[in-house]
């Protein structure tokens, strides 16, 4: 089976903000960009909707007043967020993380490791979890956040890296990790911003 990642350049602290706002026009305002998606997501979900889970625009509403939610379907309202963070911020380059099989994230994290890389991890999207007032789901999406700081703080660590010690990772993690270095860079152009993170 293989998975993905889907990568925000986005003030953590704004999206996390939505969560229970009650803005009830950020919500029309979701509904109305993401019509097409959303309608989209109901056609992909549609038995677990038919077992009662609420819809993409259902969920979204309860993530945005902070509830009802239903902890059997913790996954809609994960997805529902996702739609928050696309809203705010703007997607990043994700094409050595999407699709992926197998460990590749884990070997990606080791050679940010080689290289002195230790102020962010690429698993953090895989493992992390949903803010807090969100039910965390069962299995996907995985969730995680880079703030902005961590981001700098990553940035400069691999500004002090040597090119031999790039030259002695393998090429594709290398690749992947140059990707990641070009989200830092954005993070750090950005004032504020930061990366998160969907896993599914």
């Known amino acids: 089976m293989s998975y993905s990642l889907s990568l925000y350049l986005v003030d953590p602290t704004t999206v996390r903000g939505a969560v229970g706002s009650g803005d009830d026009k950020l919500r029309r305002m979701i509904g ?85 890389i230790e102020a962010v991890e690429i698993t953090e999207f895989s493992y992390g979890s949903l803010p807090a007032g969100l039910p ?9 956040e880079w703030s902005a700081e961590e981001c700098r703080d990553a940035l400069a ?7 031999e010690q790039r030259a002695a990772l393998d090429s594709e993690v290398l690749e992947a990790i140059e990707s990641i270095v070009e989200w830092l860079r954005q993070a750090r152009a950005k004032e504020g911003a930061g990366v998160v993170g969907f896993h599914h």
């Open 136 to 144: 965390r789901p069962d299995d996907l999406p995985g969730y995680g």
């Open 157 to 163: 660590q691999w500004e002090a890296s040597t090119p």
């Open 32 to 116: 109305g960009r993401f019509k097409a998606q959303i309608r989209h997501d109901d056609d992909w979900f549609a038995s677990e909707i038919e077992r009662g889970a609420p819809t993409r625009s259902d969920a979204v509403r309860a993530v945005v007043e902070g509830g009802p939610f239903d902890e059997e379907f913790a996954f809609q309202y994960g997805y529902a967020y996702k739609l928050v963070c696309e809203f705010y911020g703007r997607s990043l380059f994700n094409n050595n993380f999407s699709p992926y099989r197998g460990d590749w994230l884990e070997e990606v994290d080791k050679g940010l490791k080689e290289l002195g």
